[in-house]
């Protein structure tokens, strides 16, 4: 199946420093790009929608300022933590999908987030 | 919009066994039924989808089936081994670019 990358696995950071992850189509063009947030034991928090070459849709409750996404290219997505605190410690997950609308929906290897 | 529902929401079963997890949508527009399996500490892997133009698919020990009438998929997985243990997604889409996820199910294959 096709390949998503995403890195990095995992970052310790301290309150108040920004922290980009990346979201990499390896073998495939994905227009859209999504960004999940999951808590321990839970199911997966849509965050924004990515689109390439445009701003990317957040989801009702999520700081556009806060969680600063680019989508510049058809391979590549970026989420950037702002000032982040120890609030925002999380697993960010990533995923892209293939082809068109209707196209398979693969996710990456997520990212653990500890701010101290 | 969608509102998906996944059952049961922890399923233990012995090795050999087999598992069955449901999910039940709402929206009619919806095509596309995916399942992911998802492992401590990474992120979820697509294990087989299927499309509302088939009722039944089969990958060797894994099988979706649809039933658009009633709009409820389910996943059944046989000759359940160890390796199986994981937290399982259903989701829907439509050709609205949209995925619906459903509350995983937690499924630990006792050896």
């Known amino acids: 199946g096709a390949v998503v990358s995403q890195h990095p696995s995992r970052v310790i950071c301290k309150s108040g420093t920004s922290v980009k992850i990346e979201c990499r189509s390896l073998?495939?063009?994905?227009?859209?790009m999504f960004w999940y947030r999951q808590f321990p034991k839970q199911s997966l928090m849509l965050m924004a929608t990515s689109n390439e070459g445009s701003k990317a849709t957040y989801e009702q409750g999520v700081e556009k300022d806060k969680f600063l996404i680019n989508h510049a290219s058809l391979t590549l997505s970026t989420l950037t933590v702002t000032s982040a605190h120890p609030e925002d410690s999380s697993f960010y997950i990533c995923s892209a999908r293939s082809g068109l609308a209707t196209g398979e929906l693969f996710f990456g290897e997520g990212s653990r987030l500890t701010v101290l | 919009g969608e509102n998906v529902e996944q059952h049961p929401s922890t399923l233990s079963v012995q090795e050999g066994d087999s598992a069955v997890i449901k999910c039940t949508y709402s929206?009619?527009?919806?095509?596309?039924f995916p399942w992911y399996k998802q492992e401590l500490g990474k992120g979820p892997q697509l294990i087989i989808d299927?499309?509302?133009?088939?009722g039944e698919k089969k990958d060797q020990r894994i099988a979706v089936t649809l039933n658009k009438t009633a709009k409820h998929f389910s996943l059944h997985i046989t000759e359940t081994q160890p390796e199986d243990s994981a937290v399982y997604f259903c989701a829907a889409s439509s050709n609205r670019n949209q995925f619906y996820f459903g509350t995983g199910t937690s499924l630990t294959v006792i050896p």
């Open positions: 299927i499309r509302s133009n088939v």
């Open positions: 929206d009619s527009a919806s095509n596309y």
């Open positions: 073998d495939f063009q994905a227009t859209t």
